[in-house]
């Protein structure tokens, strides 16, 4: 890929990783302009949570570079690579009784020297973000009691206190219903809007479609596709994921969604 672009946020450039000797990603390249929804898609086993821990700084490429807003970010302290990133971990379930409250102060933990003291510019970051997730009725209640969905918000509302650059989301809407599924997605479209770069992992190809404005897709740790969501086919979907599938427009938005229909005969 070359020389970064100044207009990424996030900058990925010839990326391999693997876990003991098992080669996970293959020489991953890309880029994603700030204040974009990207979508990373494909099926299981594609690597695609391994490859958002590394550009998190979680994990560390054996080759390869990973630049946010132009800074390398496995060189980075860790204190300062979480005022720039945040990662939301797939279905994360607090095993402690905080309250909802102290959840997403945690988000603050970047900017403080203290685990307990929190400034006025804390909580108001926290009531900010608590309001924008809708679970200020919540404040209070323990963390433990909540349902999946509620929990998922807090996680949310935790990277927004945390005031990043970045969220990188692991399948932000697993299991949840459709009413908190949609509002998971607008909370990501706001984000969005605000200036802030969002990179997720989706299972469901026909949310992507809806919300993204770039779909990247992986197959065995490689990429394989970067589209735009006009430019989804039945092609695509049958390279990725095996399956044969039409196209459907919607007649009242300018939205494509894919209806599979059998398994491709290989």
């Not at 932000?172 to 984000?191: G, Y």
Request: aromatic share 8%; proline share 4%; glycine share 6%.
């Amino acid at each position: 890929m070359g020389k970064s672009n100044a207009a990424a946020t996030i900058w990925v450039n010839g990326v391999w990783f693997a876990y003991d000797g098992n080669q996970i990603l293959h020489d991953i390249s890309f880029e994603i302009p700030r204040g974009t929804f990207s979508a990373l898609l494909g099926p299981n086993g594609a690597g695609k949570s391994t490859l958002l821990k590394v550009i998190s700084g979680y994990l560390e490429p054996q080759r390869g570079q990973v630049l946010v807003c132009n800074q390398q970010v496995h060189s980075m302290k860790d204190k300062d690579r979480s005022r720039l990133i945040t990662y939301v971990a797939p279905e994360y379930r607090s095993a402690f009784e905080f309250t909802v409250e102290e959840a997403v102060l945690m988000g603050r933990i970047a900017y403080s020297d203290s685990v307990v003291a929190q400034s006025q510019r804390d909580l108001k970051a926290a009531e900010h973000a608590m309001a924008a997730t809708k679970i200020l009725h919540l404040r209070h209640r323990p963390v433990t009691s909540l349902s999946s969905g509620e929990q998922q918000r807090v996680q949310i509302a935790r990277a927004i206190c945390q005031d990043p650059a970045v969220l990188l989301l692991d399948e932000p809407t697993a299991h949840l219903d459709m009413s908190f599924e949609i509002e998971i997605m607008e909370i990501l479209t706001q984000l969005v809007r605000e200036g802030r770069t969002v990179l997720a992992i989706f299972h469901d190809v026909n949310l992507a479609l809806r919300y993204a404005s770039t779909l990247f897709f992986m197959k065995q740790g490689r990429f394989v596709e970067s589209i735009r969501p006009r430019e989804i086919s039945p092609e695509i979907i049958e390279k990725v994921y095996g399956a044969k599938s039409r196209i459907i427009a919607d007649p009242h938005a300018d939205i494509r969604y894919v209806v599979p229909y059998s398994i491709a005969k290989s």
